[in-house]
């Protein structure tokens, strides 16, 4: 288990952009495969991205591909989620995981989460 926080969410307009960041306090996220997810209300929680510890596997969710783009700092201990071209369906809370492996991510036990930053797209 890692704690895990995400900063960066906000309120944007419609074609806008943000970029959300997840760190590690105290902790290294180098040695973990990292992923975004979100969560609407009244809706399951859904993947958006996934990147592996050297960032050469990256994963995307169809609805946000050619839009979003994952990406880690490995010196900076930080992994990112840049959104572009914003939507109102993007509209969630956005998620940061660690997790040992692909195959691990979203498991329970085998992962860790963050407790969210919020997204708010208006028309």
């Known amino acids: 288990q890692v704690h895990l926080v995400e900063s960066g969410g906000g309120l944007v307009q419609a074609g806008g952009t943000l970029r959300l960041s997840c760190e590690a306090p105290?902790?290294?996220?180098?040695?973990?495969?990292m992923g975004w997810f979100r969560q609407s209300p009244g809706k399951a929680r859904d993947f958006v991205a996934a990147i592996n510890r050297s960032g050469g596997d990256i994963y995307y969710a169809d609805s946000v591909k050619g839009r979003f783009t994952i990406s880690r700092d490995n010196v900076k201990d930080t992994v990112y989620l840049q959104m572009n071209s914003l939507k109102p369906e993007d509209t969630a809370i956005y998620y940061c995981?660690?997790?040992?492996?692909?195959?691990?991510?979203?498991?329970?036990?085998?992962?860790?989460w963050g407790q969210g930053t919020q997204v708010t797209v208006s028309s």
């Open positions: 105290g902790r290294t996220v180098s040695t973990y495969t």
């Open positions: 995981n660690a997790a040992g492996s692909m195959s691990t991510m979203g498991v329970p036990g085998f992962d860790s």
